[in-house]
C-alpha cells in the first residue's frame, strides 16, 4: 500500500507533466469514495434499523464501492 500511495503522490507532482490533472482529479475522487463509504453504510443501517429500508443508502454504497475499488485496480495497473 505504502508503494501504491508513493506512486500516487509521483504520478500528482510537479515532476510529473504528461498528465497530472487527471491524476490529481483521480486522487480527489478516491479520496471522496473513502469519506462517502462508512457514511453510505451508516445511513443503510440506521434505516434498516428504523425499518425503512431507504434504496437510496444501498445504491450509495454499491457506487461508492465500485468506484473506489476500479480506481484502485485501474491505478495500481498503471
Not at 473513502?34 to 454504497?61: A, E, H, R
Request: overall charge positive; hydrophobic content about 60%.
Amino acid at each position: 500500500m505504502r508503494d501504491f500511495i508513493d506512486d500516487l503522490k509521483y504520478m500528482c507532482s510537479s515532476a510529473y507533466t504528461n498528465s497530472r490533472g487527471f491524476y490529481i482529479l483521480c486522487a480527489v475522487t478516491l479520496i471522496a469514495m473513502i469519506i462517502i463509504l462508512p457514511i453510505s453504510l451508516v445511513l443503510m443501517i440506521i434505516s434498516i434499523i428504523k425499518g425503512s429500508f431507504n434504496v437510496l443508502s444501498l445504491i450509495l454504497l454499491i457506487v461508492s464501492i465500485v468506484i473506489g475499488g476500479g480506481l484502485i485496480f485501474w491505478l495500481k495497473k498503471s
